[in-house]
Nanobody
Framework: QVQLVESGGGLVQAGGSLRLSCEASERTFRTYAMAWFRQAPGKEREFVAGISRSGANTHYALSVSGRFTISRDNDKKTVFLQMNSLKPEDTAVYYC?????????????????WGQGTQVTVSS
């Protein structure tokens, strides 16, 4: 059973920044693609950003492109999400997810394991 533990969430003013981290228990972490999703109250869970096994390829939702950056450190079994120029509409619980195979970044069903989530709140 793979465990994913997110950290770094919190309360920030609009225009501010946060950096989320997600550490995996899986020793073969480098063989998995990773992604970040978010879920706001009353809304479905949505894809935010994804990164390939090596980190060479990344993909972003249009709503965060240019503001968020996903990266990974395979030696530390950790994936990061740097969030800049935050907006109130970015408020959500953010989840990291792990996938052995990704044909389409967007559907949550593509992912094998999920973290417990970390709350991000952006005040206006």
């Amino acid at each position: 059973q793979v465990q994913l533990v997110e950290s770094g969430g919190g309360l920030v003013q609009a225009g501010g920044s946060l950096r989320l981290s997600c550490e995996a228990s899986e020793r073969t972490f480098r063989t998995y693609a990773m992604a970040w999703f978010r879920q706001a109250p009353g809304k479905e869970r949505e894809f935010v950003a994804g990164i390939s096994r090596s980190g060479a390829n990344t993909h972003y939702a249009l709503s965060v492109s240019g503001r968020f950056t996903i990266s990974r450190d395979n030696d530390k079994k950790t994936v990061f999400l740097q969030m800049n120029s935050l907006k109130p509409e970015d408020t959500a619980v953010y989840y990291c997810a792990l996938a052995s195979v990704v044909s389409n970044w967007y559907p949550p069903g593509q992912y094998d394991y999920w973290g417990q989530g970390t709350q991000v709140t952006v005040s206006s």
